[in-house]
């Protein structure tokens, strides 16, 4: 059967998301801290002091700066990536557990502490909005970018969320007896990974809600959570034992980075180094075509551009296809439906274009 590539996307760097990343912040619940370190748990500086209750934390690696739900002031609050100009966002009324931020959209999406829903603001906290109402115990939020998805735990009922931006066609993908508590998005390979409130472990869903699987085994309960795109890495708190660990997003090489004794971290996540006269990212092309008549692909790449390897993805998140780089692919076996090509170079720097096969 005549095979016909069908190009929809030329990007790389998904949107900017998978731009190299090397920084890790994150918050500190009683001592009131929050704190930047490089990825390896090394050269760890203080950006604020006095953000008592810091329950979450999140990078805006367009504008270089860092959020975090300031939960005994009632407050979400930001910084710099180099600690400079600290600042309120907006006030509530309410205890906030959640934010997350949306670059794309210049938005905010947050969540206050039992009022079962999920509100949204503009970076400056102007246009208060609900965009879910009924969420339940909100313990974890999650965007897609690149699909304009929500995605959202609810701990009390025992539920991972899917939804539109605007709040539409809220789906359950997932009802399991877990706790299910903070999360991240691959938005890669089209995954949800979460910990438990109680629980000891990190999980990964799909976006369908298929192949549920245990990821980590950590050694004590795991809190906060957040991934690297760049090199497929996991990084989550065990907040009882004051541990930041690190471990592939595959399930391998569990790394304990960062060991703060007595101190309760209650909020990380990852951003990209260079500050705010860094270039967001770099466009690299990639033409993908048929050889005509044949169950081949041919890939072409922009001059200096130098892959290692692929690998092509199906929206369900599957792996179906994994080799070392070639211009010609073999893709006979392969069903009709859409993918994604994923091209690696020397630096597991990944670069994606999404594709059909007819």
Same mark, same amino acid.
């Given at each position: 059967m005549k095979k016909t590539? #069908?190009?929809?996307?030329?990007? %790389?760097?998904?949107?900017? %998301?998978?731009?190299?990343?090397?920084? #890790?912040?994150? $918050?500190?619940?009683?001592?009131?801290?929050? &704190?930047?370190?490089?990825?390896?748990?090394?050269?760890?500086?203080?950006?604020?002091?006095?953000?008592?209750?810091v329950c979450r934390v999140r990078t805006d690696d367009t504008h270089k700066q860092v959020y975090w739900a300031a939960?005994?002031?009632?407050?979400?609050?930001?910084?710099?990536? *180099?600690?400079?100009? #600290?600042? *309120?966002?907006?006030?509530?009324?309410?205890?906030? +557990?959640?934010?997350?931020?949306? !670059?794309?959209?210049?938005?905010?999406?947050?969540?206050?502490?039992? @009022?079962?829903?999920?509100?949204?603001?503009?970076?400056?906290?102007? *246009?208060l909005q609900t965009v879910i109402s009924n969420a339940g115990l909100v313990m974890g939020i999650g965007i897609d970018t690149i699909q304009n998805l929500i995605f959202w735990a609810d701990m009390s009922g025992h539920k991972l969320h899917k939804a539109n931006l605007d709040g539409s066609e809220n789906t359950v993908i997932l009802e399991t007896n877990l706790n299910v508590f903070d999360i991240c998005l691959d938005i890669k390979y089209l995954y949800v990974y979460f910990t438990e409130r109680t629980g000891e472990k990190v999980w990964r869903v799909s976006y369908y809600g298929t192949n549920l699987t245990e990821v980590h085994q950590g050694s004590n309960v795991v809190g906060a959570l957040s991934i690297n795109d760049d090199c497929n890495q996991l990084y989550w708190v065990e907040r009882e034992n004051g541990f930041i660990v690190t471990g592939t997003t595959t399930g391998t090489n569990r790394e304990e980075l960062i060991y703060w004794p007595g101190s309760q971290i209650s909020g990380?996540?990852?951003?990209?180094?260079?500050?705010? *006269?860094? !270039?967001?990212?770099?466009?690299?092309?990639?033409?993908?075509? !048929? +050889? !005509?008549? %044949?169950?081949?692909?041919?890939?072409?790449?922009? %001059?200096?551009?130098?892959? +290692?390897?692929?690998?092509? &993805?199906?929206?369900? $998140? @599957?792996?179906?296809?994994?080799?070392?780089?070639?211009?010609?692919?073999? &893709?006979?076996?392969?069903?009709?439906?859409?993918?994604?090509?994923?091209?690696?170079?020397?630096?597991?720097?990944?670069?994606? &274009?999404?594709?059909?096969?007819?």
């Open positions: 590539l #069908l190009i929809l996307a030329l990007i %790389a760097l998904i949107g900017g %998301a998978l731009q190299s990343q090397n920084l #890790l912040f994150w $918050g500190e619940y009683v001592n009131g801290l929050i &704190v930047r370190s490089d990825i390896d748990g090394t050269n760890i500086d203080t950006l604020a002091t006095g953000q008592y209750g939960g005994s002031h009632n407050k979400i609050r930001r910084i710099n990536y *180099d600690g400079t100009g #600290l600042e *309120d966002v907006i006030s509530t009324a309410n205890n906030i +557990n959640v934010v997350e931020v949306n !670059p794309k959209n210049s938005r905010i999406y947050f969540s206050e502490n039992y @009022q079962n829903s999920i509100k949204s603001c503009k970076f400056d906290g102007s *246009d990380i996540d990852v951003g990209s180094s260079g500050f705010s *006269d860094a !270039p967001q990212h770099t466009q690299s092309k990639i033409n993908v075509f !048929p +050889n !005509p008549g %044949a169950a081949q692909i041919s890939i072409e790449t922009s %001059a200096g551009f130098n892959c +290692n390897s692929i690998r092509i &993805v199906n929206l369900q $998140g @599957q792996c179906v296809m994994q080799c070392n780089f070639s211009n010609s692919l073999d &893709v006979s076996h392969l069903a009709q439906g859409m993918y994604v090509l994923c091209l690696y170079d020397s630096t597991y720097k990944q670069y994606c &274009v999404r594709f059909s096969i007819e």
